[in-house]
């Protein structure tokens, strides 16, 4: 998830799935 999150990070979405991928591992 690393990866695709740098990837996401040009689309400045990394912080949004981010957050809804720590709710969900939570």
């Given at each position: 998830m690393s990866m695709q999150?740098?990837?996401f990070?040009?689309?400045g979405v990394?912080?949004?799935s981010e957050a809804l991928?720590?709710?969900a591992q939570i």
């Amino acid at each position: 998830m690393s990866m695709q999150a740098v990837i996401f990070d040009m689309d400045g979405v990394i912080i949004d799935s981010e957050a809804l991928w720590r709710q969900a591992q939570i």
